[in-house]
């Protein structure tokens, strides 16, 4: 397994330090832990399918060569998890991908209470950020306030143990701990679009690549044109695999009321646009309630 040791800038380790988690990109909040996206993911990947009509992943994930753009959230701790060779992650903001390898650098990590019993690691709070409703008890203390919250407003239960993670992160950096709380799983971290990754990973093919919240979305690549650029470029290393690429459709998230995904084509769909036409093998309309997955590949037959 490729294991490289993640050294931060005096750049990364200051923003990790400052808890700056304002993209360099576009100043926006940078997407850095688990949201309703990732936790439907995880539930397609991890949970009981039976009940569901989405799409099997897993097939294109486990024991496979897998490239994530772009890489925030967990995503990639997911497909690491549920079994893939290699996660390889692009993501053109450098804060974002600068969260993303301290998470991964110090996934085990439970700070200094953590020599009591009880305290949680970064990863067990990644773990349980990724539940709708995420558990009382992570943190041993104040379980009283975790439960009141979990019962009436889970959001701030939430932005309570994504700010322990944030904490735990800085204690790390400060104390310029060493690699033994490395998550032991093949996932490499670059700033970056798909441009760069062509330079970088030359010759490099991969089996499937998994394309969230970037085409056709607001801060993504929002124009026709370059989206069927890019699709066209990334089928080539991904000769024989599948693109699968979310949001696909443009419905609203709760069918009458709610926000629409797909917004910036003015297309009602990925399939709509005649170019992508050759590389459609299917669409799930009901991957994440209306939001879809779409897969493309080069070989459509
Ligand atoms: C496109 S945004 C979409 C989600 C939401 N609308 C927002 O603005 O946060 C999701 C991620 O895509 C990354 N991103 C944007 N354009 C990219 C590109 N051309 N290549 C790789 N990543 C990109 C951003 O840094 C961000 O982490």
Same mark, same amino acid.
């Given at each position: 397994?490729?294991?490289?040791?993640?050294?931060?800038?005096?750049?990364?380790?200051?923003?990790?330090?400052?808890?700056?988690?304002?993209?360099?990109?576009?100043?926006?909040?940078?997407?850095?832990?688990?949201?309703?996206?990732?936790?439907?993911?995880?539930?397609?990947?991890?949970?009981?399918?039976?009940?569901?009509?989405?799409?099997?992943?897993?097939?294109?994930?486990?024991?496979?060569?897998?490239?994530?753009?772009?890489?925030?959230?967990?995503?990639?701790?997911?497909?690491?998890?549920?079994?893939?060779?290699?996660?390889?992650?692009?993501?053109?903001?450098?804060?974002?991908?600068?969260?993303?390898?301290?998470?991964?650098?110090?996934?085990?990590?439970?700070?200094?209470?953590?020599?009591?019993?009880?305290?949680?690691?970064?990863?067990?709070?990644?773990?349980?950020?990724?539940?709708?409703?995420?558990?009382?008890?992570?943190?041993?203390?104040?379980?009283?306030?975790?439960?009141?919250?979990?019962?009436?407003?889970?959001?701030? !239960?939430?932005?309570?143990?994504? +700010? /322990?993670?944030?904490? $735990?992160?800085?204690?790390? *950096? %400060?104390?310029?701990? #060493?690699?033994?709380?490395? !998550?032991?799983?093949?996932?490499? +971290? /670059?700033?970056?679009? $798909?441009?760069?990754?062509? *330079? %970088?990973?030359?010759? #490099?093919?991969?089996?499937?690549?998994?394309?969230?919240?970037?085409?056709?979305?607001?801060?993504?690549?929002?124009?026709?044109?370059?989206?069927?650029?890019?699709?066209?470029?990334?089928?080539?290393?991904?000769?024989?695999?599948?693109?699968?690429?979310?949001?696909?459709?443009?419905?609203?998230?709760?069918?009458?009321?709610?926000?629409?995904?797909?917004?910036?084509?003015?297309?009602?769909?990925?399939?709509?646009?005649?170019?992508?036409?050759?590389?459609?093998?299917?669409?799930?309309?009901?991957?994440?309630?209306?939001?879809?997955?779409?897969?493309?590949?080069?070989?459509?037959?």
């Amino acid at each position: 397994m490729l294991h490289t040791r993640v050294v931060f800038t005096e750049q990364e380790k200051k923003w990790l330090l400052e808890h700056h988690i304002a993209r360099e990109t576009d100043n926006k909040a940078a997407l850095i832990y688990p949201m309703g996206a990732e936790r439907f993911l995880s539930s397609v990947l991890f949970g009981n399918r039976k009940w569901q009509n989405n799409y099997d992943i897993r097939a294109d994930i486990e024991d496979k060569d897998v490239l994530v753009i772009p890489g925030y959230g967990n995503s990639s701790f997911l497909f690491a998890a549920a079994g893939a060779k290699s996660v390889t992650v692009y993501d053109k903001d450098p804060v974002t991908i600068t969260w993303m390898r301290a998470f991964k650098k110090y996934y085990h990590y439970r700070g200094n209470k953590g020599k009591r019993k009880g305290f949680p690691s970064i990863g067990e709070l990644l773990d349980a950020l990724t539940c709708g409703y995420p558990p009382v008890g992570i943190l041993p203390t104040g379980k009283l306030r975790q439960l009141l919250l979990r019962l009436f407003n889970p959001q701030a !239960l939430r932005r309570s143990y994504i +700010f /322990y993670m944030l904490l $735990l992160v800085r204690q790390a *950096v %400060e104390k310029d701990i #060493k690699d033994d709380f490395d !998550l032991n799983k093949d996932i490499q +971290f /670059y700033v970056g679009g $798909l441009q760069q990754l062509l *330079v %970088e990973q030359k010759n #490099k093919c991969f089996d499937t690549a998994f394309v969230p919240y970037l085409l056709g979305v607001e801060n993504g690549i929002e124009e026709k044109q370059a989206i069927v650029d890019f699709v066209k470029k990334l089928v080539k290393i991904v000769p024989n695999g599948h693109l699968l690429i979310t949001p696909s459709r443009s419905t609203k998230e709760f069918r009458v009321v709610g926000k629409r995904y797909f917004v910036t084509t003015g297309y009602d769909s990925i399939q709509a646009i005649p170019e992508l036409q050759p590389y459609v093998i299917k669409e799930n309309r009901h991957w994440f309630e209306t939001q879809g997955l779409m897969i493309l590949g080069e070989n459509n037959g």
